[in-house]
């Protein structure tokens, strides 16, 4: 009986699976995993979005990304006290990884279109290099309740505004811009990894890409199917952005002080 608990298979032995039984290991002499496996907020957040990527936002959950780190769900508690914070933290590791993206400035240096060019662009890296967890910057509850996505932090939101402000826009123009500026950002994005096969509800794409509804009533559509289906997103970002800021253009020049 002396080495029966030795002897026993438990979950920690076992080939394949995502739940480590430290209780049981602890019977047979084992260290509790988070003893051997050094945690802190900053891995536990960059193995979630790891996983988002490779899997799921869908199939995230604590007892899961436990696995991914070879502990018990229980050992992410102390960092991360559950799933609802868990999901805020992933939206700010996406955020700081716009942050450190070089190409993305903290003040305008070319003037204030390569500025937003700059901003536009890093936060579209974001959306491609996380496509599946990109749409938390829409869902999640921001800093405070009237911060826009996907600039959700009051971090980018006042470098924002300090970098348009330094440019010479007066308060009304650039909360003007920031306005058109993120909604075109979030409305272009959240489409386009869409088509990735992000979950952003009513949006989600079909499982079967290739799939085609019935086309009788709608001719131009038939007609125009397979240009329709066609993948011009870097195109049709450029130009959209161009636009914008044309647009903003105009909201510069024409918006009077106060």
Known sequence: MAGGARDRDTPTDRPGTDVIDADAAAIDGVAPPSRR???????ILATAVRFIDEHSLRDLTMRRLGGELGVEAMSLYRY???????????????????????????RPRDGWQDYLQRIAHGVRRVALAHPGAF????????????LRPPLRSLRWVERFLDGLLAEG???RSAIATYRAFTSFLLGHLLLEVSSH?????????LDDPDATPPLDDYPHVARLSRDLAEDHSAVEFEESLENLLDRIALIHLQTPEG
Do not use: K
């Not at 496996?37 to 891995?43: A, G, Q």
């Not at 749409?135 to 009237?146: D, F, I, M, Q, T």
């Not at 952003?200 to 794409?205: T, Y």
């Open 37 to 43: 496996i050094p945690l802190d907020r900053e891995r």
């Open 80 to 106: 991360v006290p559950g799933r609802e914070e868990l999901l805020d933290g992933v939206v700010e590791m996406m955020l700081t990884e716009m942050h450190d993206d070089p190409e993305v400035l903290e």
């Open 135 to 146: 749409p938390l910057v829409a869902s999640r509850p921001p800093e405070a309740p009237w």
């Open 169 to 171: 826009f007066s308060d």
């Open 197 to 205: 096969g992000a979950d952003i509800g009513p949006l989600d794409v």
